[in-house]
T-cell receptor, first 117, second 110 residues
Framework: NAGVTQTPKFRILKIGQSMTLQCAQDMNHNYMYWYRQDPGMGLKLIYYSVGAGITDKGEVPNGYNVSRSTTEDFPLRLELAAPSQTSVYFC????????????????FGEGSRLTVL | GNSVTQMEGPVTLSEEAFLTINCTYTATGYPSLFWYVQYPGEGLQLLLKATKADDKGSNKGFEATYRKETTSFHLEKGSVQVSDSAVYFCAPQAGNMLTFGGGTRLMVKP
């Protein structure tokens, strides 16, 4: 019962490098999200997707890009890493409102800790 | 949009003590309200929720009541355990979007 799987769990980048954080879910959820969590802070929404082929910006999208080619996968790309992007990144998924099984609950991955030096 | 104010932590309690973590929110309309918990090294998981005024959500001995008049959703537990040590997040929901508070770290000592 995998749920939401994120890779890698840890990564250190140099300033200006690029990388992709992978996220996959096996619950057939339409909605997927990327959040970042800075130390002592709440979660901030970076991007979200309501289905394959559809993405939209959240609260803090600058410096990131996403794609959603399949229902299962929602990768997050950092093009030019900056120290301000040092954070823990969480991917989450949920059913859409009005769908069978909808409870409003978001299902989270275990997080990816990124350090930019 | 929605906003959330949670009491700042850390909250340090002895085992079997009573717990209250305050949460107030501002929102348009009457959002569903959630408490999520994050155990060390893990992602967030749903603890409890309430979907309308005066509803009480409960799970694992934790409770929270949706107070429309005071726009609050305070988390309580009568007797905490060491295993309850975690970070707790209050989150009102608008559509399918959650707005998370800053989190309150709870530390329970034996």
């Amino acid at each position: 019962n995998a749920g939401v799987t994120q890779t890698p769990k840890f990564r250190i980048l140099k300033i200006g490098q690029s990388m992709t954080l992978q996220c996959a879910q096996d619950m057939n959820h339409n909605y997927m999200y990327w959040y970042r969590q800075d130390p002592g802070m709440g979660l901030k929404l970076i991007y979200y997707s309501v289905g394959a082929g559809i993405t939209d910006k959240g609260e803090v999208p600058n410096g990131y890009n996403v794609s959603r080619s399949t229902t299962e996968d929602f990768p997050l790309r950092l093009e030019l890493a900056a120290p301000s992007q040092t954070s823990v990144y969480f991917c989450a998924s949920s059913y859409p409102p009005l769908a069978g099984g909808y409870t409003g609950e978001l299902f989270f991955g275990e997080g990816s800790r990124l350090t930019v030096l | 949009g929605n906003s959330v104010t949670q009491m700042e932590g850390p909250v340090t309690l002895s085992e079997e003590a009573f717990l209250t973590i305050n949460c107030t929110y501002t929102a348009t309309g009457y959002p569903s309200l959630f408490w999520y918990v994050q155990y060390p090294g893990e992602g967030l998981q749903l603890l409890l929720k309430a979907t309308k005024a005066d509803d009480k959500g409960s799970n694992k001995g934790f409770e929270a009541t949706y107070r429309k008049e005071t726009t609050s959703f305070h988390l309580e537990k009568g007797s905490v355990q060491v295993s309850d040590s975690a970070v707790y997040f209050c989150a009102p929901q608008a559509g399918n979007m959650l707005t998370f508070g800053g989190g309150t770290r709870l530390m329970v000592k034996p």
